[in-house]
């Protein structure tokens, strides 16, 4: 019913820049929390920001001082401006939205796009 479609990944050199953005679709009553998470091969899928709706943000330590998140509640969309890149940084970026239903929320996630960060 909600949909989140993702745009900006790529194939970058080190210390270049991408800049990702998700925008939300559908039935939307409220999102709260949106965020990045991103997963490389083998590994877990890890929170990379995440921010509120009163644009309180969260980052990994890793990536602090390099990215930064933002949104435009207006257009439900939000963006990781992601600089100085690094090789460890290579992974499928997803992003995700909490959307209020009722009392709870649910969890929607995009499709994934891939970052990947050449030495």
């Known amino acids: 019913q909600v949909q989140l479609v993702e745009s900006g990944g790529g194939l970058v050199q080190a210390g270049e820049s991408l800049r990702l953005s998700c925008a939300a679709s559908?039935?939307?009553?409220?999102?709260?929390?949106m965020g990045w998470y991103r997963q490389a091969p083998g590994q877990q899928r890890d929170v990379v920001a995440a921010i509120s709706r009163s644009n309180s943000t969260n980052y990994l330590d890793s990536v602090k001082g390099r990215f930064t998140i933002s949104r435009d509640n207006a257009k439900n969309t939000v963006y990781l401006q992601m600089n100085s890149l690094k090789p460890e940084d290579t992974a499928v970026y997803y992003c995700?939205?909490?959307?209020?239903?009722?009392?709870?929320?649910?969890?929607?996630w995009g499709q994934g796009t891939l970052v990947t960060v050449s030495s």
């Open positions: 995700n939205a909490r959307v209020v239903r009722g009392f709870g929320y649910l969890e929607v």
């Open positions: 559908g039935k939307i009553s409220s999102i709260t929390t």
